[in-house]
């Protein structure tokens, strides 16, 4: 078992920045993916971003909605994962999950039905 503990939301002005944290523990050997997802009542889960480690090279993946604003990083080798939030909109606005799986496909790593684990969200408010 793997546990996930999202930390970092907020309230926040249009424009504003948070940094978003998700601590892993337990099995986490072998873990090489970690995703943000977000979702709205009445939505559906969103990919936001994804870290992945392999071998020799660490890559970074964003849904299209954050690119340019987002970024995504290894903060404790890959036991924590943060979230750096720029120039957030109203929209932005949402429950922010942390998730890993042992089967995530190695370049397709925006599918939830993918990831086994998942924290228990924190909340991010953006006012207009």
């Known amino acids: 078992q793997v546990q996930l503990v999202e930390s970092g939301g907020g309230l926040v002005q249009t424009g504003g920045s948070l940094r978003l944290f998700c601590a892993a523990s337990?099995?986490?050997?072998?873990?090489?993916?970690i995703a943000w997802f977000r979702q709205t009542p009445g939505k559906e889960r969103e990919f936001v971003a994804a870290?992945?480690?392999?071998?020799?090279?660490?890559?970074?993946f964003y849904g299209d909605s954050v690119k340019g604003r987002f970024t995504v990083n290894s903060v404790d080798a890959q036991n924590t994962v943060s979230l750096q939030m720029n120039g957030l909109k109203p929209e932005d606005t949402a429950v922010y999950y942390c998730?890993?799986?042992?089967?995530?496909?190695?370049?397709?790593?925006?599918?939830?039905?993918?990831?086994?684990?998942w924290g228990q969200g924190t909340q991010v408010t953006v006012s207009s």
């Open positions: 337990g099995r986490t050997f072998g873990m090489n993916v």
């Open positions: 870290i992945r480690w392999t071998d020799s090279m660490i890559y970074t």
């Open positions: 998730a890993t799986g042992e089967h995530v496909p190695q370049y397709t790593v925006s599918k939830r039905d993918d990831y086994d684990y």
